[in-house]
């Protein structure tokens, strides 16, 4: 159900904790593309269009945030940081945190629990068309990432993929295996992980050792898995 300026103007200002001077992007970061509509200016009207710039701005402000918080660590610590809090499924968790899924123009069929870090995004985008850098920079670092997560306990987790998974698949008593197959490429011999669930095939993933491809087939498959985790 279409949401009220009004409504949307109270969510924004409850949760987020500023005052929407125009609506209209907000409107559309909350538009699901399962129910665009045509428009003559802009064709299908849904929030992909402000996902795309959303997901950019969030990588900015998360960069300049670890890089002042974090003085002494390398590129590549930062950079790892940095996919840790903007992966999809970090995304999706802050997203129904945010209470975004019941804000939502979404299909009968779609259910409030659909992952909607993609919307999240948009919403980004939306703050930052409404409110320029610095106001999106300290709402995206105080009322969402400050407030929903331990940013210490984010730079701790563990990067083991395959040791999170096989965690996971005890705890929820499933069973995960790996098969492995070998790749010829010219000179260079890569390897296949395909990591399966209960005998089901959930992703596979090329690396240059075999660690390197169950752990690249482990990451995938917790990225997609979601909500299930």
């Not at 904790?17 to 970061?29: H, K, L, M």
């Not at 710039?53 to 390398?74: M, Q, R, T």
């Not at 999706?92 to 299909?107: F, H, I, Q, T, V």
């Not at 992980?193 to 390197?212: F, M, N, P, T, Y």
Request: with cysteine; proline share 2%.
């Amino acid at each position: 159900m279409e949401k009220s300026d009004k409504e949307i103007k109270r969510y924004f200002k409850n949760i987020f904790g500023f005052r929407v001077r125009n609506v209209e992007p907000f409107r559309i970061a909350l538009i699901h593309k399962s129910v665009s509509s045509n428009d003559s200016v802009c064709g299908r009207l849904n929030n992909e269009r402000l996902e795309y710039l959303g997901d950019a701005i969030l990588g900015s402000v998360i960069a300049d945030f670890l890089y002042h918080k974090y003085p002494l660590e390398s590129e590549g610590v930062l950079t790892r940081m940095r996919s840790k809090l903007v992966n999809r499924n970090r995304l999706n968790n802050l997203a129904r945190k945010l209470g975004l899924p019941e804000m939502m123009r979404m299909d009968n069929h779609i259910t409030s629990n659909t992952p909607n870090g993609n919307a999240l995004e948009a919403v980004v985008g939306a703050i930052y068309i409404d409110q320029g850098f610095k106001k999106t920079y300290d709402i995206v670092i105080r009322n969402i990432f400050l407030t929903f997560l331990d940013m210490d306990e984010v730079y701790a987790e563990d990067d083991d993929y395959k040791s999170r998974i096989l965690i996971w698949a005890q705890h929820h008593r499933h069973k995960v295996s790996f098969a492995i197959e070998h790749e010829d490429k010219g000179r260079d011999r890569l390897y296949r992980a395909v990591l399966s669930i209960d005998g089901k095939e959930r992703a596979q993933a090329l690396g240059q050792s075999v660690k390197k491809a169950e752990q690249a087939a482990a990451e995938k498959a917790l990225a997609a898995m979601g909500t299930e985790q």
